[in-house]
């Protein structure tokens, strides 16, 4: 069973930054992709950033330019870092990892429920 851990929210006034971190708990880790997906209040779950066992990062459009995903597989950690915050960007925040990888592009195009394994969140305020 994987589990994983966040950390890292908090509040912050618009245009401050803040790293959230994920940790796994087992070595199969880097073999999975991982993503960051967020819930605003009163919104349904989104995708914010995803990545790949090479590295491969996709972004939402709202993430672009402004925040940045990578992983630490020895350490079977992932971040998120955040610049440029903005109000729309409260939400509580979520690491997922999925349960297989299939080469290519494929975690580009996953779907969420692809995502098989999810951390309990961590809540980030920006206040403006």
């Known amino acids: 069973q994987v589990q994983l851990v966040e950390s890292g929210g908090g509040s912050v006034q618009a245009g401050g930054s803040l790293k959230l971190s994920c940790t796994g708990s087992?070595?199969?880790?880097?073999?999975?992709?991982m993503g960051w997906f967020r819930q605003a209040p009163g919104k349904e779950r989104e995708r914010v950033a995803t990545?790949?066992?090479?590295?491969?990062?996709d972004y939402s459009d709202s993430a672009k330019d402004r925040f940045t995903i990578s992983r630490d597989n020895a350490k079977n950690a992932l971040f998120l870092q955040m610049n440029s915050l903005k109000s729309e960007d409260t939400a509580i925040y979520y690491c997922a990892a999925t349960r297989s990888w299939y080469g290519g592009s494929w975690c580009r195009a996953a779907s969420e429920t692809d995502f098989g394994y999810w951390g309990q969140g961590t809540q980030v305020t920006v206040s403006s």
């Open positions: 990545i790949d066992p090479n590295a491969s990062t």
């Open positions: 087992e070595p199969t880790f880097k073999s999975r992709c």
